[in-house]
């Protein structure tokens, strides 16, 4: 004799209502990855809420990792004589170009010493977030200060470091597509330090005045 089937309980939910709790659910888990987990893990913050809410500090460069001191620094104290810094070794150039892929960051800093000048101009191919900051020799990553944080895709200036230390930017790509940035500079620096999102840290040398083609001294003739 077969068994009447079992009646469904009365609170059992519905296929819809389950549809909806699952949806629910799969959003929900999709707002903390996006809003918390990527920008604290991996420091890919596409809506800015990890920098609003300060878990992007947790992806920054290694703060007790400092860049070392240039030994050659030294050279590049000026002696302020009025209007005149003079300096006893020449100025250095350098001109590169630095990729973000989408959601990404990078900082890009020269060593100058308290006192030492730099001309510079860089240009973003797309929207870009920047900071122009310093971090002070020995000094912790929270300790960097602030010179231009203002919105734009590029910038023309020259700077006069306020300490010794490391002194650039911080650009990170908001958007989904790569951007480049054309970055040139001379000034009184003795290297420069490039640091990725993945807390990795490179050194570049920088070139003199060698680098530099000189022109032929006659110009166009003036009727």
Do not use: C
Request: aromatic share 10%; hydrophobic share 40%; net charge negative.
């Amino acid at each position: 004799m077969s068994r009447a089937a079992e009646p469904i309980p009365a609170n059992t939910p519905s296929a819809r209502t389950l549809a909806i709790a699952t949806g629910v659910a799969m959003f929900t888990a999709a707002a903390i990855l996006i809003t918390v987990v990527l920008p604290a893990e991996y420091g890919i913050d596409p809506l800015g809420t990890g920098r609003a809410l300060g878990l992007d500090v947790m992806t920054a460069p290694i703060a007790d990792d400092p860049v070392p001191v240039d030994p050659s620094s030294a050279s590049m104290v000026p002696t302020i004589n009025g209007p005149i810094g003079n300096y006893p070794a020449e100025f250095r150039v350098d001109s590169r170009q630095i990729v973000l892929e989408p959601y990404e960051y990078k900082e890009f800093k020269y060593r100058l010493e308290k006192g030492a000048t730099m001309m510079f101009s860089w240009k973003a191919s797309g929207e870009v977030s920047h900071d122009f900051h310093g971090d002070v020799d020995g000094g912790k990553a929270d300790e960097a200060q602030s010179y231009d944080k203002e919105p734009h895709r590029q910038a023309n200036g020259t700077f006069v470091a306020p300490f010794s230390g490391i002194h650039g930017w911080f650009w990170e790509n908001p958007g989904d597509t790569a951007v480049t940035i054309t970055l040139t500079t001379a000034g009184f620096y003795t290297s420069a330090h490039e640091f990725h999102m993945d807390r990795k840290r490179f050194r570049h040398e920088v070139g003199g005045l060698d680098r530099v083609t000189p022109s032929p001294a006659q110009g166009e003739r003036v009727k």
